[in-house]
């Protein structure tokens, strides 16, 4: 029976055998294809090489699962602000400024660019650290946490730098001090003054404060004091930047309560050199060619005007240039005095010469009337180029001299009747001196020219000192 039970056995072993190296044989060969298969891949990728550790995990995947996991993003409501319920929690800034990159006066605001960092603490993000080392991230995490919601005040237009990523830097502590800075530029109001324009100095500030948080909920403080505010070596070209300083403040608004506000001052004086290129220094020149007419003749008469008129239109033409780079202010700036008194000198000295011109051809239309001239004579004769009558262009030698006659007795008896005296009830009448120099002036016209040769440089000259010394 025994004998009868191994026969069978060996006859089923014999009958499976090949079957069994059969299917052994065809799973090896895929097991073995399959892995040709991966490796030709791999090398395809990598250029020929194999890298073992692909076949592993991605190790950058399972730390941003630890570190989520270890600061327990998920645990908290990061909606709330840490310490919700209780006091205030206290943040910390400072400001490193890296430029200030434009300054308009026509739209009365300047543009910089700064590195703001806060400091605060915030328990939920606490993590266990054999190193006590800090972790740092990126904005991907700052979008998952609380972070202080600091915005600019008077702001225009601001914006985080985005190249090649967000300039945004979250660094946590194990403790849970965090550290979350930020690259900012921001175009902020910057009320001026010009009434001393362009010897003006401007007085600027950058106010932060927080939105939605007044001082019951988030306290705003200047992380070192004074030092909290730092500057790189800025040149502008307008502009000398004195003085940077920190200061602090508080805001109220009626529906809302009082919010902690930090401010950053900063003292701008402006270069005087280009104005004194661009503006001063042709307007004194406007003015000194308009002195030149005095010492032109005064028959000269479109030389003169032609003068007068060019430095008018040019005086024009400088106000008009600085006005359309100002803006449009309802009070006086320093150099719109400067500019309208050198317009008002410019013109006077074409007004003068409408006074000489009028006045000589008063004088002389007075001389041919006293000369007895006869009927045959041509005026026309001894009018020169201009129009005027001069009188030294006529021969008065061919004009029958005056006899005596009863109207020059009578004026040699009143010579003789002043000389002897006043009689009884009569009264003198004295000229005032004014009228008398008026009077000599006005009938020696050429006189008024060299009178201007000297009042008019020495007023200009006046009213210079009296500017510089009041703006400079």
């Given at each position: 029976?025994?004998?009868?039970?191994?026969?069978?056995r060996?006859?089923?072993?014999a009958?499976?055998?090949?079957?069994?190296?059969?299917?052994?044989?065809?799973?090896?060969?895929?097991?073995r294809?399959?892995e040709?298969?991966v490796?030709?891949?791999?090398?395809?990728?990598?250029?020929?090489?194999?890298?073992?550790?692909?076949?592993?995990?991605?190790?950058?995947k399972?730390?941003?699962?630890?570190s989520?996991?270890?600061?327990?993003i998920?645990d908290?409501?990061?909606?709330?602000r840490?310490?919700?319920?209780?006091?205030?929690?206290?943040?910390?800034?400072?400001v490193?400024?890296?430029?200030?990159?434009?300054?308009?006066e026509?739209n009365?605001?300047?543009?910089?660019?700064?590195?703001?960092?806060?400091?605060?603490?915030?328990?939920?993000?606490?993590?266990?650290?054999?190193?006590?080392?800090?972790r740092?991230?990126?904005?991907?995490?700052?979008?998952?946490?609380?972070v202080?919601?600091?915005?600019?005040?008077?702001?225009?237009?601001?914006?985080?730098?985005d190249?090649?990523?967000?300039?945004?830097?979250?660094r946590?502590?194990?403790?849970?001090?965090?550290?979350?800075s930020?690259?900012?530029?921001?175009?902020?109001?910057?009320?001026?003054?010009?009434s001393?324009?362009?010897?003006?100095?401007q007085n600027?500030?950058l106010?932060?404060?927080?939105y939605?948080?007044?001082?019951?909920?988030?306290?705003?403080?200047?992380?070192?004091?004074?030092?909290?505010?730092?500057?790189?070596?800025?040149?502008?070209?307008?502009?000398?930047?004195?003085?940077?300083?920190?200061?602090?403040?508080?805001?109220?608004?009626?529906?809302?309560?009082?919010?902690?506000?930090?401010?950053?001052?900063?003292?701008?004086?402006?270069?005087?050199f280009?104005?004194?290129?661009?503006?001063?220094?042709p307007?004194?020149?406007?003015?000194m060619?308009?002195?030149?007419?005095?010492?032109?003749?005064?028959?000269a008469?479109?030389?003169?005007?032609s003068?007068g008129?060019?430095t008018?239109?040019?005086?024009?033409?400088?106000?008009t240039?600085?006005?359309?780079?100002?803006?449009?202010?309802?009070?006086?700036?320093?150099?719109?005095?400067?500019?309208?008194?050198?317009?008002?000198?410019?013109?006077?000295?074409?007004?003068?010469?409408?006074?000489?011109?009028?006045?000589?051809?008063?004088?002389?239309m007075?001389?041919?009337?006293?000369?007895?001239?006869?009927?045959?004579?041509?005026?026309?004769?001894a009018m020169a180029?201009?129009?005027c009558?001069?009188?030294?262009?006529?021969?008065?030698?061919?004009?029958?001299?005056?006899s005596?006659?009863?109207?020059?007795?009578?004026?040699?008896?009143?010579?003789?009747?002043?000389v002897?005296?006043?009689?009884e009830?009569?009264?003198l009448?004295?000229?005032?001196?004014?009228?008398?120099?008026?009077?000599f002036?006005?009938?020696?016209?050429?006189?008024?020219?060299?009178?201007?040769?000297?009042?008019?440089?020495l007023?200009?000259l006046?009213?210079?000192?009296?500017?510089?010394?009041m703006?400079?």
């Amino acid at each position: 029976m025994r004998v009868a039970l191994l026969a069978f056995r060996l006859m089923c072993l014999a009958w499976f055998w090949p079957v069994t190296q059969l299917s052994g044989s065809h799973f090896a060969n895929k097991r073995r294809h399959k892995e040709m298969y991966v490796g030709e891949n791999t090398k395809q990728k990598h250029g020929g090489r194999v890298d073992l550790k692909m076949k592993k995990m991605d190790s950058t995947k399972s730390m941003l699962i630890k570190s989520e996991q270890l600061l327990r993003i998920e645990d908290h409501d990061f909606a709330m602000r840490p310490g919700f319920g209780g006091s205030a929690i206290p943040v910390g800034i400072d400001v490193q400024v890296e430029s200030i990159d434009s300054i308009s006066e026509v739209n009365m605001d300047f543009t910089m660019t700064l590195y703001l960092r806060h400091y605060w603490q915030d328990d939920r993000l606490a993590f266990p650290s054999s190193s006590n080392k800090s972790r740092t991230f990126d904005a991907r995490l700052v979008k998952k946490i609380w972070v202080p919601d600091v915005f600019f005040v008077h702001s225009k237009r601001s914006f985080i730098h985005d190249t090649t990523m967000e300039n945004i830097m979250l660094r946590v502590y194990p403790d849970g001090n965090i550290l979350y800075s930020v690259r900012i530029t921001v175009t902020a109001l910057c009320s001026m003054d010009f009434s001393s324009f362009p010897l003006d100095t401007q007085n600027c500030s950058l106010e932060l404060e927080s939105y939605a948080y007044n001082e019951n909920d988030l306290m705003l403080y200047w992380k070192n004091g004074n030092d909290s505010l730092r500057t790189d070596e800025i040149v502008l070209s307008q502009f000398f930047v004195e003085d940077f300083q920190p200061f602090f403040g508080l805001a109220f608004y009626s529906s809302t309560g009082w919010y902690n506000r930090l401010y950053i001052n900063f003292i701008l004086r402006r270069h005087i050199f280009f104005f004194m290129l661009q503006t001063y220094f042709p307007t004194m020149l406007m003015v000194m060619l308009s002195w030149v007419s005095f010492w032109i003749d005064r028959r000269a008469v479109p030389a003169r005007v032609s003068l007068g008129i060019t430095t008018v239109l040019t005086m024009s033409t400088i106000i008009t240039g600085v006005s359309a780079s100002m803006p449009q202010v309802s009070y006086v700036k320093a150099v719109d005095i400067y500019l309208w008194a050198s317009f008002l000198f410019v013109f006077l000295s074409v007004i003068e010469y409408a006074a000489v011109n009028y006045f000589t051809t008063v004088e002389e239309m007075k001389k041919l009337k006293r000369a007895k001239i006869p009927s045959s004579y041509n005026a026309t004769q001894a009018m020169a180029f201009d129009g005027c009558f001069h009188d030294n262009e006529i021969d008065l030698t061919s004009f029958p001299e005056a006899s005596s006659t009863p109207n020059t007795e009578r004026n040699t008896q009143s010579r003789n009747s002043t000389v002897s005296g006043p009689t009884e009830g009569t009264r003198l009448r004295r000229k005032h001196p004014v009228i008398q120099n008026l009077s000599f002036i006005m009938s020696n016209s050429y006189m008024i020219d060299s009178y201007s040769r000297v009042i008019f440089p020495l007023a200009y000259l006046l009213f210079n000192i009296i500017y510089w010394s009041m703006y400079a």
